[in-house]
């Protein structure tokens, strides 16, 4: 059974611009959820996608969105990129159910470190 | 809104003695509370977690304590050791996470003194 893996480990962006990042998800889960960690505190959760859907969603503006594959991986997309949008953004992955519920622990990647010049 | 209040935000303890981390919630609707330990560079790990129908859950060194009524849990570490030394985050969400996510407290950052 493999963890959850994100992709990629560190990225350095300017101002403006626009990334992508990945996830793949532990097997047998259907459930990604993605969250930011700035600097010295606790991850705050920015959405959630059950069966490539989005399933709820944190306090995020919308230049902030996502996907979910078939497969159940994942990806975060930041559109014009801020200075404060510098943090570890964390994925997630568990197994959820119809309804926003879910039956089991989230489990986290890595991370992949987002530094905006 | 902060909705998980976690305190203290560092402490220092001797090898062996106990770590005691505090975490008070507001959301009478979160049903599941799980703590995390996080080393540097490293993503969140589940360390424990435990739902609201016992006040107490052990497994091995880690204890969580669980009041209901006041809305306040807490992780006790037993016989810290060094390779405890990290940062532990408390979290509540609604039956695992749900479509709104896992609420984070600020983290509690401990280190043991050999």
């Known amino acids: 059974e493999t963890g959850v893996t994100q992709s990629p480990t560190h990225l350095i962006k300017t101002r403006g611009q626009q990334v992508t990042l990945r996830c793949s998800s532990q097997?047998?889960?259907?459930?990604v959820s993605w969250y930011q960690q700035a600097l010295g505190q606790g991850p705050q959760f920015i959405f959630q996608?059950?069966?490539?859907?989005?399933?709820g969603r944190g306090n995020f503006p919308p230049r902030f969105s996502g996907l979910q594959f078939p497969n159940y991986s994942s990806e975060l997309n930041v559109n014009a990129l801020e200075l404060d949008d510098s943090a570890l953004y964390l994925c997630?992955?568990?197994?959820?159910?119809?309804?926003?519920?879910?039956?089991?622990?989230?489990?986290f990647g890595p991370g992949t470190r987002l530094t905006v010049l | 809104q902060q909705q998980v209040k976690q305190s203290p935000q560092s402490l220092i303890v001797q090898k062996g003695g106990i770590s005691i981390i505090n975490c008070a919630y507001e959301?009478?609707?979160?049903?599941?509370f799980p703590w995390y330990q996080q080393f540097p560079g490293k993503g969140p790990a589940l360390l424990i977690a435990?739902?609201?129908?016992?006040s107490e859950k052990k497994e091995g060194r880690f204890t969580i304590s669980f009041n209901k009524s006041a809305k306040q849990f807490s992780l006790h570490i037993m016989d810290s050791q060094p390779g405890d030394s990290a940062t532990y985050f408390c979290?509540?969400?609604?039956?695992?996470?749900?479509?709104?996510?896992?609420?984070f407290g600020k983290g509690t950052h401990l280190i043991i003194q050999p």
């Open positions: 997630a992955s568990s197994l959820g159910l119809a309804g926003g519920t879910s039956t089991d622990t989230q489990y």
């Open positions: 097997s047998g889960h259907n459930t």
């Open positions: 996608y059950y069966r490539e859907e989005e399933n």
């Open positions: 959301n009478t609707a979160f049903d599941y």
């Open positions: 435990i739902r609201p129908d016992v």
């Open positions: 979290a509540a969400g609604n039956s695992g996470g749900g479509a709104d996510g896992l609420t």
